[in-house]
């Protein structure tokens, strides 16, 4: 079965300055997606981003990006510029690829709870 | 397009009754997936629901069970509720199709059991 890790439970940063997020997995397939979410105190669930395993780029949303290690099955979340509005948990999640008789389950860490200081 | 949405938010039972939550998916997804969300264990898959077949499903007791209609809206059900099901219940829409595409996330319903 594929668990995610997260380490760090909580984070702090000050606004403007760049913080990065762990995320480790374990998985034996080779076809998989990774995704940061992010669930601010209204609780709705929101994707951040997502990585393709078979991608060695680095996925890069605006401010958002990934260190996506495949070998160390690592996919640590770099914020950059944080605003305030950035404060939530976030959450990453691995689900597992193909499309045939395939699922959506999504597997999640545990969260990182991200608190970002005036 | 209207967001995923779900019924109720919030809702008090007590022990022993049972509870129904409803979740209406994105127009045109087909899968609908529920997640539990608790301090302690975090977020739970519950089951997947595909073109009104369960196509996947947690490590959950019997007493939950869930379903899906031909307009793709689902519906889990907790019967005897036990005061550890207290919990936010999230349920997600997409495609279905796989690939990287993007599950949607309802708002959740908060279910106090006392």
Redesign the interface.
Known sequence: AQTVTQSQPEMSVQEAETVTLSCTYDTSESDYYLFWYKQPPSRQMILVIRQEAYKQQNATENRFSVNFQKAAKSFSLKISDSQLGDAAMYFCAYRSGGTQGGSEKLVFGKGTKLTVNP | KAGVTQTPRYLIKTRGQQVTLSCSPISGHR?V?W?QQTPGQ????LF?Y?SETQ??K?NFPGRFSGRQFSNSRSEMNVSTLELGDSA?Y?C?S?S?????Y??Y????TRLTVT
């Not at chain 2, 975090?42 to 898959?45: H, I, N, S, V, Y």
């Not at chain 2, 996330?105 to 959740?108: D, E, I, L, M, W």
Request: net charge negative; proline share 7%; aromatic share 14%.
């Open positions: 899968s997936s997640y975090g977020l739970q898959f997947e595909f196509r996947n947690g936010l999230l997600a997409s279905g199709t796989g690939g990287p993007e599950q996330f309802g708002p959740g």
